[in-house]
């Protein structure tokens, strides 16, 4: 459990209480996670309670808008105006808060315009708590205590009041913040302990739906049940309901309130419930998440005297699994991407798919770390291709938002099957090549031109369109190749070197290009303009992971590249410049806040300079990421930003995220055991670790030394044991 200044203290009790043998398992490594890194600065993550991958994220919502309260919650903000069941991890997009609950009593009435005017609370950190499937804060002007925490459909509150004659629990659908609206709720009064209903909403995701059933521990008094504003009884429907439940509590009176979720219907809801929430045990429920975290974070241990590393570590991995999120119901149920609802056959059906953010990192961790689980992923991205005819973009709640570019359910698909996942094969070939060819969001000018033009009207993202339809194309063409499909393979792969139609020799830069196949004339390379997608022309140059032996050349060879690489990292922006608010993490021109950047400390690697790589990435490891509030250096974006630390804190990562391939950096620990799903184990080992030992002297895989600057997939899912010897100046 983290409370804030005890953390520290906490972990070193723990860590010498803990006597272990070697390779013993560490236990209790929730304790080591802190969920409320990156809800401070730009992170935009949440710290309430979920469990891995789970469809309720039950989390205090500050009820102000605003772009620092996309996840509902802001680590400078001091009330809290309630708690929601549903929430995006560091998203730039600001949808869900679905069903939110907030407890008061006769104690403080105050009410303000800047949230609506909806009950709220001050609150302290001093007062605050949060781990892995748990959150609990103290209410300071009403002297209640909450508590929540969730299983993988339900949320479970517990709220202990002091005496009042006067104690309520409100349960509002009207209740909405930045993007979401409610376009049509309902409550239902069952009894004196039972409410169901939904709520409807528009926003980020045009159609969503949330079905819930509500079962309180102890019988409400009586309630006052609102449509729109209108006082009704029994049952509710309008665009704004809300019931408060009246109580009369003792001193340290305790009651616990558990909501079950569907996409689909009342029913699915209620079998959320009934299989995941039947009883009212509030420990227990807790215990179960912290359990489920613990058997999660154990598929990697890492060992370090670096305690502070340790909570890095963890929060990432925690992190890491707090997207995709569940969204078929105990019935197989859910909302589909055809607004009708759908039925997964044999398989958990997934949603919030980031693709343009997760596929460079995230996806291929899962497939590292819960190929189980990645094989229902699949199955996911294929039934949004059934249900729409084009595999998902950025998808959540059963709704395709066409938020960013290119089509990255490719590449996960791609690299799934080349790491052996069960699904259809045919039908996911078919979905690939139907979204490759597709003729919206410019794929048609992109299929007749080699590339996508300017187009001065609106925001195009012409530039970075360009490059990631390429990639996309490579990712097709290998998936072609391995069918035998030799036509589709020959046209894609011709179609994945568009990348070179948008590099400018002259300039050598990737290079806005006119219609007429012409170069736009005013360019300066460090200006964010509409042409490059959240980036500049310095961050999207090295887009081009499939072919980074064609952009060495194009560019002139590897001495040019290593400069051009060089200064990268050392063109610092000027005090005068005006950065957007998603150029963040900045080293030089690169940004490690914002994901087109991720790979690029590793091309070193490319070039026959792999200690300049190993110097970049311990650079980004120790001051990008940091254990405290305002430690994520931009959005975390559902896992990105924590499955680099993974891979990257580990030694190696997935430069060209379709390939199989990870290549090396520099890793921090003394040792870390992948505990694989199949029962085996990938240890990687240390040799004179340390701050200064950043760069790798030798490697042995399994005993035979290597001097390659990559690893295969199959080879860490085989097992075995990596050795890196390092030290503190570079092995040229």
């Not at 819930?212 to 509710?236: C, V």
Request: proline residues 4%.
């Amino acid at each position: 459990m983290f409370k804030k200044g005890f953390v520290l203290t906490l972990c070193i009790v723990q860590f010498f209480n803990c006597t272990q043998e070697k390779n013993e398992t560490v236990s209790n490594l929730t304790h080591f996670v802190n969920p409320f890194i990156g809800t401070d600065g730009p992170g935009n993550t949440y710290p309430g309670a979920t469990v891995p991958f789970g469809m309720v994220q039950l989390s205090p919502d500050i009820g102000i808008p605003g772009w620092d309260r996309i996840a509902g919650y802001y680590y400078q903000d001091s009330i809290i105006s309630g708690f929601s069941h549903m929430h995006l991890t560091g998203t730039g997009a600001g949808d869900l808060y679905d069903v939110l609950v907030m407890p008061t009593n006769s104690r403080f009435k105050k009410r303000i315009k800047a949230n609506n005017y909806k009950p709220f609370s001050a609150f302290s950190h001093d007062n605050e708590e949060a781990s892995p499937g748990y959150y609990s804060v103290d209410l300071l002007d009403y002297g209640i205590k909450a508590e929540v925490t969730a299983t993988r459909r339900t949320g479970i509150h517990k709220y202990t009041f002091p005496k009042d004659s006067l104690s309520q629990i409100h349960i509002d659908l009207g209740y909405a913040l930045n993007w979401d609206a409610p376009t049509d709720t309902h409550i239902k009064v069952l009894n004196d302990s039972t409410i169901e209903g939904y709520r409807k909403s528009t926003g980020w995701a045009k159609d969503q739906r949330v079905y819930f059933q509500m079962k309180l521990s102890k019988p409400f008094d009586s309630y006052q049940l609102f449509q729109n504003d209108t006082l009704i009884e029994n049952s509710a429907k309008a665009k704004n309901t809300k019931v408060i439940l009246n109580y009369n509590t003792a001193e340290d009176e305790e009651i616990v309130l558990k909501t079950g979720l569907s996409s689909a219907n009342i029913e699915g809801a209620k079998l959320s419930l009934k299989n995941e929430a039947n009883h009212f045990n509030f420990e227990t429920y807790k215990q179960q998440a912290d359990s489920v975290w613990e058997a999660q974070l154990q598929k990697i241990e890492v060992e370090t005297a670096d305690e502070t590393k340790k909570n890095v570590f963890y929060t990432m991995l925690y992190q890491s699994m707090l997207a995709p999120t569940l969204l078929s119901d105990y019935n197989s149920n859910y909302k589909g991407a055809n607004d009708t609802i759908m039925k997964a056959e044999g398989y958990d059906r997934y949603d919030t798919f980031s693709l343009w953010d997760t596929y460079r990192a995230a996806h291929p961790l899962y497939t590292v770390l819960h190929p189980d689980r990645v094989n229902d992923m699949i199955q996911s991205l294929l039934a949004h291709y059934k249900e729409t005819g084009l595999l998902p973009v950025w998808s959540m709640q059963g709704n395709e938002t066409n938020m960013m570019i290119g089509y990255h359910a490719i590449p996960v698909i791609v690299d799934a099957y080349f790491k052996d996942a069960d699904f259809d094969i045919q039908l996911a070939y078919e979905a690939c090549k139907a979204s490759a060819m597709d003729n919206n969001r410019q794929i048609d000018v992109y299929k007749e031109l080699g590339f996508i033009p300017v187009d001065e009207k609106h925001e195009n993202w012409s530039v970075s369109k360009t490059l990631e339809y390429a990639y996309g194309d490579w990712c097709v063409a290998q998936f072609a190749k391995a069918l035998n499909k030799t036509d589709d393979y020959k046209y894609f792969l011709k179609r994945s070197e568009n990348w070179k139609n948008v590099y400018d020799a002259k300039s050598s830069f990737m290079r806005p290009k006119l219609e007429d196949d012409t170069f736009i004339k005013e360019f300066i390379p460090k200006d964010y303009t509409p042409y490059f997608c959240e980036s500049n022309a310095w961050q999207y140059f090295w887009s081009v992971q499939h072919d980074v032996n064609g952009l060495v050349s194009a560019i002139g060879g590897k001495e040019r590249f290593e400069q051009k690489l060089d200064s990268m990292f050392s063109y610092k922006p000027l005090p005068t410049d005006k950065l957007p608010i998603f150029s963040t993490g900045m080293i030089g021109q690169y940004a490690h806040g914002n994901e087109p950047s991720h790979h690029v400390g590793y091309l070193y690697n490319y070039i026959d300079k792999p200690w300049k790589t190993q110097e970049t990435i311990r650079e980004i490891l120790e001051t990008q990421y940091r254990n405290e509030p305002n430690g994520h250096c931009g959005n975390e974006d559902c896992g990105q930003m924590s499955s680099w630390y993974i891979f990257s804190s580990l030694g190696f990562y997935p430069v060209n995220p379709a390939e199989g391939l990870y290549s090396f950096g520099s890793p921090i620990f003394d040792k870390a055991i992948i505990n694989l799903e199949s029962g085996k184990q990938f240890k990687i080992e240390t040799i004179n670790n340390s701050k200064e030992n950043k760069y790798i002297q030798s490697i042995t895989l399994n005993g035979n030394e290597i001097s390659k600057n990559h690893i295969s997939h199959k080879e860490i899912m085989d097992g075995g044991v990596i050795i890196f010897t390092m030290g503190n100046s570079p092995k040229k």
